[in-house]
């Protein structure tokens, strides 16, 4: 190794030295900051800008026999209109900002940006950093592995990885699954009570505005939480004595032009209902769009509702009425099980279903929120 002069860098135990503090002061400010006084932070961070320290997470987790970091995968966000891509509510890829000034936002997966938002804010509550990864089923093998090879634990949104790829990765590190319910008793699970939001909205149809023939709309390939929802629907309506469809009308996957294709065949038909039950927002606003284009009064003559309880919803005019999912918490809640399930690895598996809101707004006939 002649000829070879290997510089060390500054460790923690240099800046601490320099601040004046213990190691574990110096591994608080960079990695739980508010549990540190101000004085005592602006010290540490000082004296680590004036060394050239950085801390290293890797190095962290080589010692400890942990990384410091949780991963959530999610579905690709480039996989502009591919068939192959996992398909369903939140996952209609997106051109990067500015490559379409005419782009509809609404295709932006807005479901999946709250939810990543609550798991990025229990991270830094218990001092944990993130890393996001997405792809698909077909592509997700590889890119599931390097990310899992990373982290404490991980969360990942339905259909993007197999769950036999989430079978094996749970053997070593916690996995969360999101949103759909579990196809494997041994991992962690967290959703949303979709029957019951379902069916308290189509209730409000029925018994505050009178609508008596109703359909839901669902993309042509419905998620286990949309069929939980058809089913939530179908109870409201056989409660109340009224036609029960057997399935959901549909045109397409949930892109906009499918909304425009299922305009364009209920007006063709003549059987324009009295009211449009959407799977998820995503559905229903370009469904709202389309038919005000036509000159059908939204609600006047079909009222239109959704399910997610997005930003968007209330941008649009009419507002949609919804179902609002609580994303932000459901994040904060597979960080939570994923941050346990790591410094506990007794933790036996968790299923944790979260209670939904009905929003009631004007394009059902309410007033504006």
Request: with cysteine.
């Amino acid at each position: 190794m002649s000829g070879v002069h290997v510089v060390k860098g500054p460790t923690v135990y240099d800046v601490a030295e320099l601040a004046g503090v213990s190691i574990a002061t110096v591994s608080f400010t960079f990695r739980q900051p508010h549990r540190v006084r101000q004085s005592t932070r602006e010290a540490v961070l000082a004296a680590a800008q004036a060394l050239n320290y950085l801390p290293s997470g890797n190095a962290r987790g080589l010692a400890r026999g942990r990384t410091g970091a949780l991963g959530i995968y999610s579905f690709d966000f480039y996989f502009l209109d591919d068939p192959a891509s996992a398909g369903g509510a939140g996952t209609r890829a997106a051109a990067p900002a500015g490559s379409d000034p005419n782009a509809d936002y609404r295709v932006f997966p807005l479901y999946v940006d709250e939810v990543q938002r609550g798991v990025a804010l229990e991270c830094w509550r218990r001092g944990y950093t993130l890393m996001v990864g997405g792809g698909n089923r077909t592509t997700g093998r590889t890119a599931i592995a390097d990310i899992a090879g990373q982290v404490d634990g991980l969360a990942v949104f339905p259909r993007t990885v197999p769950v036999e790829v989430l079978s094996l990765i749970s053997r070593r590190i916690p996995v969360v699954e999101l949103s759909e319910p579990s196809h494997d008793d041994s991992l962690h699970h967290v959703t949303v009570d979709n029957a019951a939001g379902m069916h308290a909205l189509t209730t409000h149809l029925i018994t505050a505005h009178g609508l008596r023939d109703l359909q839901f709309a669902a993309p042509r390939d419905p998620w286990s939480d949309f069929q939980l929802r058809f089913r939530g629907f179908q109870a409201a309506l056989a409660e109340a004595g009224l036609p029960v469809p057997e399935r959901p009308v549909t045109e397409g996957d949930g892109a906009p032009q499918s909304a425009e294709a299922l305009a364009a065949a209920l007006l063709a038909g003549g059987r324009l209902p009295d009211g449009i039950v959407c799977a998820h927002d995503e559905y229903a606003l370009p469904l709202i769009d389309a038919l005000l284009r036509r000159g059908v009064d939204v609600p006047g003559r079909v009222a239109v509702t959704g399910f997610d309880g997005i930003v968007a919803g209330r941008l649009q005019r009419p507002q949609l009425t919804t179902v609002r999912q609580p994303m932000e918490q459901m994040g904060r809640t597979a960080a939570a099980i994923l941050i346990d399930g790591f410094e506990d690895r007794t933790l036996p598996p968790q299923s944790r279903q979260l209670p939904v809101e009905v929003v009631l707004r004007e394009s059902c006939g309410c007033p504006p929120a």
